[in-house]
């Protein structure tokens, strides 16, 4: 069966700092990767995705995420943080064909300090 | 941008009452879904639907669910008789279907917010 890991419950930066928040993932094949928002009282918003092609890929609000096959990871970064990134992070991963049905990671909350 | 919306935001009501939660789907698109959030646990798929069936369930999504695309826009859960474990944070998503195999991706509304007591 497949899963993600996110390690860190909680992570605190500082505002302007740099941030990477970390995924794993234990699958049969490469999945589709995906890392969702949570900002506080909001839905889930997509920034970023991961199917084929470009290991490293951009998404929204400045944010990237790089895929390394050898490490099964599929790491969140953003070179300077703003305090409105303070937000929960999700890592999903869903199969290659059939349903699509993502399994998200436990998130990680992103604490900002001014 | 078009987005999904859920109705309501926040419900409160009693163990073994019936709750129908409401979603309308970005209109274009044809893949529809549940899922929820225990507070401070995982996001847990529920349950996909497609051409006015369900095409995917967990085992979560038991006899007390059901989903129903009552008309062209609406996408609603029932709860037919709540329990206190059933509280939780239901998101409804939607997606475009299926192309070329390229995967799709869900668009997930801000969520309703159940409260079983």
């Known amino acids: 069966a497949q899963s993600v890991t996110q390690p860190d419950i909680h992570i605190t930066v500082s505002e302007g ?20 928002v949570q ?18 890929v951009q998404g929204i609000k400045g944010f ?4 390394k096959r050898s490490q099964s990871s599929f790491n969140l970064r953003k070179p300077s943080v703003h305090w409105s990134d ?4 999700f890592c999903a991963v869903a199969p290659r064909g059939g349903s699509y ?7 990680t909350s992103l ?3 001014p | ?17 019936e709750v129908i939660l409401r979603c309308v789907p970005i209109s274009n698109h044809l893949y529809f879904y549940w899922y929820r959030q225990i507070l401070g646990q995982k996001v847990e798929f529920l349950v996909s639907f497609y051409n006015n069936e369900i095409s995917e369930k967990s085992e979560i999504f038991d006899d007390q669910f059901s989903v129903e695309r009552p008309d062209g826009s609406n996408f609603t859960l029932k709860i037919r008789s709540t329990k206190l474990e059933d509280s939780a944070m239901y998101f409804c998503a939607s997606s475009e279907a299926l192309s070329g195999g390229a995967g799709e991706t869900q668009y ?5 917010r159940l409260l079983v007591l």
Request: with cysteine; charged share 15%.
């Open chain 1, 101 to 107: 049905i993502p399994t998200f990671g436990r998130g």
């Open chain 1, 86 to 89: 303070a937000a929960e992070y």
């Open chain 1, 39 to 56: 900002s506080p009282g909001q839905g889930l918003q997509l920034l970023l995705k991961y199917f084929s092609g470009d290991t490293l």
């Open chain 2, 108 to 112: 997930f509304g801000p969520g309703t």
């Open chain 2, 1 to 17: 941008e078009p987005e999904v919306t859920q109705t309501p935001s926040h419900q409160v009501t009693q163990m073994g009452q």
């Open chain 1, 111 to 113: 604490i900002v300090h």
């Open chain 1, 17 to 36: 700092a740099s941030l990477e928040l970390r995924c794993n993932y234990s699958y049969g094949a490469t999945p589709y990767l995906f890392w969702y």
């Open chain 1, 64 to 67: 990237e995420a790089e895929f």
